[in-house]
């Protein structure tokens, strides 16, 4: 950032990093593009591997930043501090290059628990675009599509469910406060409408299709399998309705409704970002500090006559 920016005072430090994530992703766009070009030997005839290389090199960065401002713009971040962020990075400079960027850790915060909270963040953000991407694609008649592999959409749930537990059990297990809980998961029907808006109503049918397939990735639930034992906590019992997050069912039904009443208009308003990004593919689906889906949440099928019928 090259100047001081009021409007980032007092964010939450993991909203912070999201900025962070778009300035250093596009500086190391900036870097390969301008130093990463590969110098051509004789033995290299006419072969383009090394000329191709580079360039799928500069698409995964830009198609990274691409879905970080997706999640950046959809938990309410500005188009100005977005914007801000990304052409700091152009230009080549990094996060904490200028004495304007502001710390991403607050003096008073521990750096586990900070991590944790930004798992979080990212887990939560990881459910509600998936229940966005799975009504959006039942509602233009996608699921036809893979009929053929049933095992897909079941492990798609799976997914969800698997996420939401490490979310859960992590926020327990770190205390999160009602003011922490509020700026994680408490999104508000003008916040679904932005969310639906920047992602889902942007996609065009082939970039909702692949991002619908790599939620259904079973290595997700693999992951998160995997790494619980660095967790270090036994399953959650009983959590009280008004500390836990939102369950994918109730995810589910908000992007039902947002869906249902997003207007064309509103999309052209919100999606500056989201249509700029199509055929972005998020590729930070890994984590590293999960819990085993023990205790999924009720992820059965809504009651006769919801717009979801029997898939869920």
């Known amino acids: 950032m090259s100047q001081p920016s009021p409007e980032l005072e007092g964010l939450p430090s993991w909203k912070l990093r999201l900025l962070e994530r778009i300035q250093n992703t596009a500086a190391d766009h900036t870097r390969v593009l301008r130093q990463g070009y590969p110098i051509y030997q004789p033995h290299y005839g006419t072969g383009e591997i ?34 801000a962020a990304r052409a700091a990075g152009q230009r080549g400079q990094r996060w904490g290059d200028s004495v304007h960027s502001p710390p991403t850790m607050r003096r008073s915060e521990d750096p586990v628990r900070a991590h944790m909270v930004e798992g979080i963040a990212a887990d939560i953000w ?40 490490r979310a859960n059990e992590t926020a327990h297990a770190i205390e999160l406060s009602a003011e922490e809980r509020a700026q994680l998961w408490d999104r508000d029907d003008a916040g679904w409408l932005k969310l639906v808006s920047v992602t889902v109503r942007g ?19 693999h992951d998160v399998r995997r790494a619980r034992a660095t967790l270090a906590v036994s399953q959650v019992a009983d959590p009280e309705p008004d500390t836990a997050p939102p369950a994918p069912q109730l995810l589910i039904e908000r992007a039902t409704e947002a869906l249902s009443t997003t207007t064309p208009s509103e999309v052209a308003t919100e999606a500056g970002i989201g249509a700029a990004v199509d055929a972005a593919l998020s ?25 979801l019928g029997a898939d869920w």
Do not use: C, K
């Open 203 to 221: 996609y065009d049918d082939t970039a909702l299709l692949e991002r619908w397939r790599t939620y259904a990735w079973r290595g997700i639930e």
């Open 126 to 165: 990881q459910l509600e675009h998936m229940a966005a991407i799975s009504v959006e694609h039942r509602l233009r008649g996608l699921d036809d599509t893979v009929t053929d592999d049933p095992a897909a959409r079941e492990q798609f749930d799976r997914n969800m469910a698997a996420l939401w537990t």
């Open 283 to 307: 590729r930070d689906l890994t984590v590293g500090w999960a819990s085993e889906p023990a205790g999924e949440p009720d992820i059965r099928p809504p009651e006769t006559g919801s717009a």
């Open 50 to 83: 090394p000329i191709q290389t580079w360039r799928t090199h500069l698409r995964a960065l830009d198609a990274d930043r691409s879905e970080i401002e997706l999640h950046a713009a959809a938990v309410g971040l500005s188009d100005s501090a977005i914007t």
